[in-house]
């Protein structure tokens, strides 16, 4: 199949979250399978286009002017990424904004001229399926259609929670009539929905874990949209991510040297020595170490953790049970509260960094993972805790449900602890039981082994994306 991948953000060349993992793991592993496949998306300026050469030059009609455009290729890994050269994003350095909390104010005109270039790039390349990864992508899936294009469209959710709205005017600037079906909201306030337009339009819907895919057809979790949704649900599938196993493996991390496996853990506990060295706390391999590596946002659940006066997370210090490491950036008030914290508390190390080689050694010599999300569509770094016997202690969620199995209620085959609400005495409850736990050294083994068991290479959900593709171009076109 002749596949085209639309995003914002890919692996290796840009990324400000999971979805670059999964958009540039996906592709390869696609391509691995023996399909065609290109990902088309933006040259930021961040990116070094040296190894890009050019491949199109377009011109593509705006509100009153045309905009020329040149479309750069670079092949890699058997994927052929397709790259939109355009003062609006070779002229900036971030994805969405300069900061994460200050978006162009030009982004719907931004992301049109990204898909109004795919769409044209995947009539001239016979595309076969258009794979639209959330809001941004979103009208693609539509100007395909209204193109004629014979392909099939997929649009992929990663967060619902994002969905690109802008003033109905804005549409106009990009040369686009927004119809009905593009638009949210009610009365003055309708806005156009880029992700809203992406599932009105496309032929299959897709998300990240089968337990959010049911999540979002209801209204606590459904943005405004599950009544769509639910209509949609004979075309919606939930297909888990996979992870990049070569990269995150035990045996042979890059980041660090005290490598293992489930049949040798001794480096296991080398590795949390070294951590609690580097990172400040007592050496003492008797004493739980519980990690934290995360976007610090309320989707996170930094709210319960870190809100109020004595907070969950100092009542876990308190009384010296655990140490804690926390890596992460994010909301200012939560980066201040941490940072009170841990100048309170000498069983906690707060850092507030993005980098991939703390996470890599923190995840290898850490005992616990700590993930409170309120919702979570699918998570990685549960399966990177899983695949380092680190067990994950998470919210009964999305993705963190479909990946852990809690030992409370599978003793033989469980692998991590669960909670039903994001509530602090639940989160500390929680907590405590692995703790508890923790002390049983041949429990703790066997958990250990059963986490670093678990499958989660992209090589089946790449198989079962194939099978949607295939279902798509077999079954009527919506
Ligand atoms: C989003 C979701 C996360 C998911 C990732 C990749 O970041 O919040 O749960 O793992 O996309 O699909």
Redesign the pocket.
């Known amino acids: 199949m002749n596949i085209m991948m639309v995003s914002s953000e890919t692996v290796p060349f840009s990324k400000s979250?999971?979805?670059a993992?999964?958009v540039g793991a996906l592709s390869k592993e696609l391509a691995n399978l023996g399909n065609t496949v290109s990902v088309f998306m933006p040259l930021y300026g961040s990116i070094d286009a040296s190894s890009f050469s050019e491949y199109a030059r377009l011109r593509l009609p705006m509100l009153g002017k045309t905009e020329t455009v040149r479309v750069m290729r670079h092949q890699l890994d058997g994927v052929s990424y397709l790259a939109l050269s355009h003062p609006l994003f070779t002229g900036r350095k971030g994805i969405y904004g300069d900061t994460s909390f200050a978006p162009y104010p030009d982004n719907l005109y931004r992301f049109c001229l990204m898909c109004k270039a795919a769409v044209e790039i995947a009539r001239r390349d016979k595309v076969e399926i258009l794979h639209a990864h959330d809001w941004t992508a979103g009208p693609a899936v539509y100007l395909a259609k209204e193109a004629g294009l014979r392909c099939r469209t997929v649009m992929t959710i990663?967060?619902l929670a994002y969905m690109g709205d802008f003033p109905r005017l804005d549409a106009l600037r990009a040369a686009i009539r927004p119809s009905g079906r593009m638009l949210s909201g009610s009365g003055l306030m309708r806005r156009v929905n880029f992700l809203k337009t992406g599932l009105e339009y496309a032929d299959r819907i897709t998300t990240?874990s089968p337990s959010y895919a049911k999540e979002i057809q209801e209204p606590e979790q459904g943005c405004g949209i599950d009544w769509l949704l639910r209509q949609k649900a004979g075309i919606l599938s939930g297909v888990i991510?996979g992870i990049d196993t070569d990269e995150w493996d035990p045996e042979k991390d890059a980041f660090t040297s005290a490598h293992f496996s489930s049949k040798d853990l001794g480096g296991k506990a080398r590795a949390k020595a070294e951590i609690q060295r580097q990172f400040g706390l007592d050496e003492d391999p008797d004493i739980p170490l519980v990690a934290m590596i995360s976007r610090l946002a309320e989707?996170k659940g930094f709210g319960p953790m870190l809100e109020g006066g004595q907070c969950t997370l100092e009542r876990l210090l308190e009384g010296g049970r655990c140490q804690f490491i926390v890596i992460g950036t994010g909301d200012g008030r939560y980066e201040e509260k941490l940072r009170q914290i841990a100048s309170r508390h000498r069983n906690i190390s707060v850092n507030i960094v993005f980098s991939q080689a703390l996470s890599h050694v923190v995840e290898a010599g850490s005992d616990f993972f700590l993930m409170p999300s309120k919702y979570?569509?699918?998570?990685?770094n549960q399966m990177y805790s899983l695949r380092y016997g680190t067990l994950p202690i998470a919210h009964r969620t999305?993705?963190l449900k479909d990946t852990i199995t809690d030992l409370g209620e599978d003793p033989e085959h469980g692998d991590g602890f669960l909670f039903d609400n994001v509530y602090c005495d639940e989160i500390i409850q929680t907590v405590n039981r692995a703790l508890d736990f923790y002390r049983d050294k041949d429990a703790l083994h066997r958990a250990r082994v059963n986490a670093m068991a678990c499958d989660f290479s992209w090589k089946k959900s790449a198989q079962t994306y194939e099978s949607i593709y295939k279902n798509a171009l077999g079954g009527n076109q919506t």
């Open positions: 979250g999971g979805l993992d999964v990663h967060n990240v991510n989707q979570e569509p699918c998570g990685l999305g993705g």
